[in-house]
Nanobody, 120 residues
C-alpha cells in the first residue's frame, strides 16, 4: 500500500505564489514518475506537470514559465512551485506517483487533493 499526502494549498491573490508538497510513503521499492494534476469545477482532471526519477520534467502549456516541478528522490517527495498565479489556476490539485511496490508489483497512487483558490 502506497499513500500520498499533499500539503500547501490555500487562498492566494492573483499574481501570488504557492508551493505544494506531496510525500509518498508505504511499501515502495522505487518511484518512476511523480506528477501533479488538477481538476477545476465542471472540468476534467488535467496534467499540470510531471517529473521522472531522472528529473526530466514536462508541463502543460498553460503553466509553462510559471510553475516548476521538482522532487527529492531520497524522501519520495515532489514539489510544485506555482508563481504568477491566475484565477484560472483555481482547482483541486492532486499528486500522482507511479512506481514499483515492495511486492514488486506496479502501483499508481493518488493523493487526496489539495484546494488552490486564486482570488482577490
Amino acid at each position: 500500500q502506497v499513500q500520498l499526502v499533499e500539503s500547501g494549498g490555500g487562498l492566494v491573490q492573483p499574481g501570488g505564489s504557492l508551493r505544494l508538497s506531496c510525500a509518498a510513503s508505504g511499501s515502495i521499492f522505487s518511484i518512476n514518475a511523480m506528477g501533479w494534476y488538477r481538476q477545476a469545477p465542471g472540468k476534467q482532471r488535467e496534467l499540470v506537470a510531471g517529473i521522472t526519477s531522472g528529473n526530466s520534467a514536462n508541463y502543460a502549456d498553460s503553466v509553462k514559465g510559471r510553475f516548476t516541478i521538482s522532487r527529492d528522490n531520497a524522501k519520495n517527495t515532489v514539489f510544485l512551485q506555482m508563481n504568477s498565479l491566475k484565477s484560472e489556476d483555481t482547482a483541486v490539485y492532486y499528486c500522482n506517483a507511479v512506481g514499483i511496490g515492495a511486492n514488486m508489483y506496479r502501483f499508481d497512487a493518488w493523493g487526496q487533493g489539495t484546494l488552490v483558490t486564486v482570488s482577490s
